[in-house]
């Protein structure tokens, strides 16, 4: 059983690539072709045993290879197209051999070398090269800061360049691939698989042979074929949507990232029958819920379930679920009937009512948006510069030692603490004081110096996107001298400079919230409620102050796509020229 299951995930997951053979229109010979049927379906059972033996050790896509059955299921098909056996074992396959197809080897190995090689355009070592300017945290050793190195930027230019003419893969060609081998072979599935719901008494044995020594034969009947279908419909909806609008740079530079997101360019647009594939992707979507219905019914109705691989079971599959499955494709259909409604605080305030919006899905499927940055307020792009980060948590201290000489002992016991705290999003420092010092004129404030130091310099840090300082005194106040001994514990979350990159920024033309109109505020119908742009922004909770005149943009995704060359003022922010690199005691 389990093997069987994990064969089905593969099936579902695998997207095929291979040639609509084009089916022979001469006399049938249903027993000739059925006898190449049962040669193709041994060969199935070799390259299935195969495959299971050798899926642990498996190294490249390639290594996945079902073409011999596949070639003989389609000459069974040649000698006769109703062949039940050849269309179900044609469409199986099919979906077995995308990794054989030359083209799909081309786009893969292309992307493949381009993120092995990756690191060819980053400066790999920022510190290597680089002269210490001795600057540390106030008061807690040597060590700390050093400058991007030379070398670094040189290397920076280098590999600009080298990215700029090797040509690297782009996602249009992914969505190309889909567009050209994938959804045709896809159809192609459908088409063999459509052929067998007409007969529902139709079953393909997974033989002793195909699963592994000690397994008994099990029936693929027309439950396991709709739910496949179900897969298939599904991979071409999903097929279908990715290939409508246009999702990807056609480069790597800063020129890209302003051609990406200046409205009226085609990121996020419709490419060309876009809006046909929209549609396609609908159809494919309520076939899906068709064929799940169909295989909710058939196996209700089943009762020649000895080996089969799904069957009804107390306690684990009922009739009662069945049904519920049939009510969840209905609630589905009714989705794009009459659009889906949720009551929410959609603007989070308790001053406000709950207001209920619909969502009409059906407009995204039969009146795409041909431009979703058409929808935004006005703006314009320019890029600037930045620096990545890895952060790293530190711990660490210092100790305080303070001497304070006092005339007579007070009676008790005394204490003072402090805890200093911020975050990057924060407005301020959290700070906590607590202390129960004798009012005679001594100050406790004054062993605060170390402390004050720490969080004045963190906060002037960019670096630096979390610390806490604390400190703790407790003991008694006697006549004459007074060690005051203490620890200040610090921890940071510190930044080590690991590559610079570009980032988009975004300059809307309004200079205020009042001016700050969405284009197409009902998202071309998609929620009706939203009538107008003041409509949108009241039940969003929009407030004038939410309003920021740039909005940046970091194209820093963790990989080596964008990168940039040290900030030369363009853009908002310029990050500090000296890299944090280490923290020496």
């Not at 896509?61 to 059955?69: G, R």
């Not at 090269?129 to 040597?142: D, K, Q, V, Y």
């Not at 058409?374 to 990545?388: A, E, F, M």
Request: proline fraction near 4%; include cysteine.
């Amino acid at each position: 059983m389990q093997k069987i299951t994990g064969l089905n995930i593969i099936v579902m997951f695998f997207l095929a690539v291979g040639c609509d053979q084009v089916l022979d229109e001469g006399e049938p010979d249903p027993v000739a072709s059925q006898a190449m049927a049962d040669s193709a379906i041994g060969a199935f059972e070799d390259e299935l045993r195969s495959f299971t033996d050798s899926i642990y050790v498996i190294d490249s896509p390639y290594d996945i290879d079902f073409t011999t059955s596949n070639a003989i299921f389609k000459e069974a098909l040649l000698l006769d197209p109703n062949n039940l056996d050849a269309n179900f074992g044609a469409g199986l396959t099919e979906m077995l051999i995308f990794t054989q197809d030359q083209d799909f080897k081309a786009v893969f190995d292309a992307w493949e070398a381009f993120i092995d090689t990756g690191s060819l355009f980053v400066a790999e070592d920022l510190n290597k090269g680089s002269l210490s300017l001795g600057l540390s945290l106030p008061g807690m050793g040597g060590g700390g800061f050093q400058p991007l190195s030379k070398r670094a930027v040189a290397a920076t230019y280098l590999n600009l360049y080298k990215l700029a003419v090797s040509n690297p893969p782009i996602i249009g060609d992914i969505q190309d691939l889909v567009e050209s081998l994938f959804i045709p072979t896809l159809e192609y599935i459908a088409e063999r698989f459509e052929l067998l719901d007409d007969s529902t008494d139709y079953t393909f044995t997974i033989t002793s042979e195909m699963q592994g020594a000690g397994e008994s034969p099990k029936d693929l009947d027309m439950t396991e074929i709709y739910l496949l279908e179900v897969g298939v419909h599904l991979l071409l909806a999903f097929s279908d949507a990715i290939v409508a609008y246009n999702v990807g740079p056609n480069a790597y530079d800063s020129t890209a990232i302003i051609d990406w997101l200046s409205q009226g360019s085609g990121f996020m647009s419709l490419r060309s029958g876009g809006a046909t594939r929209m549609a396609l992707s609908k159809a494919a979507l309520l076939t899906a819920a068709d064929k799940l219905d169909a295989a909710t019914l058939f196996l209700e109705a089943d009762t020649d379930t000895a080996n089969d691989i799904i069957k009804l079971m107390a306690g684990e599959l009922t009739v009662a679920d069945l049904q519920e499955v049939r009510d969840s494709t209905d609630s589905f259909r009714e989705m794009f009937d009459t659009g889906i409604s949720f009551t929410e605080d959609w603007d989070d305030s308790l001053d406000t009512p709950d207001e209920e919006l619909t969502f009409d899905f059906n407009v995204l499927f039969t009146a795409p948006i041909s431009d979703f940055k058409s929808i935004l307020p006005v703006y314009t792009v320019s890029v600037g510069r930045d620096t990545s980060y890895d952060y790293q948590w530190v711990e660490d201290s210092v100790q305080v030692n303070e001497v304070i000489n006092l005339p007579l002992t007070i009676p008790g016991a005394f204490y003072f603490s402090l805890h200093y705290e911020y975050y990057d999003d924060w407005d301020s420092a959290y700070t906590f004081i607590d202390h129960n010092f004798p009012s005679v004129g001594l100050d406790y404030s004054q062993f605060f110096t170390k402390a004050d130091s720490l969080k004045d310099y963190f906060m002037a840090q960019d670096n630096i996107r979390h610390w806490d300082v604390q400190l703790y005194w407790g003991g008694p106040l006697l006549q004459g001298d007074n060690l005051i001994s203490f620890t200040v514990y610090v921890n940071y979350d510190w930044g080590v400079a690991d590559f610079l990159y570009y980032t988009g920024i975004i300059t809307f033309a309004a200079n205020d919230a009042t001016d700050w109109i969405f284009q197409v505020a009902n998202l071309n119908g998609l929620i009706p409620q939203f009538t107008t742009d003041a409509d949108l922004k009241r039940i969003l909770g929009f407030r004038d102050d939410y309003f920021e005149k740039e909005l940046i943009i970091p194209f820093d995704f963790g990989g080596d796509f964008y990168k940039a060359l040290p900030p030369d003022g363009l853009g908002r922010r310029r990050p500090s020229m000296l890299v944090p690199w280490a923290f020496v005691r």
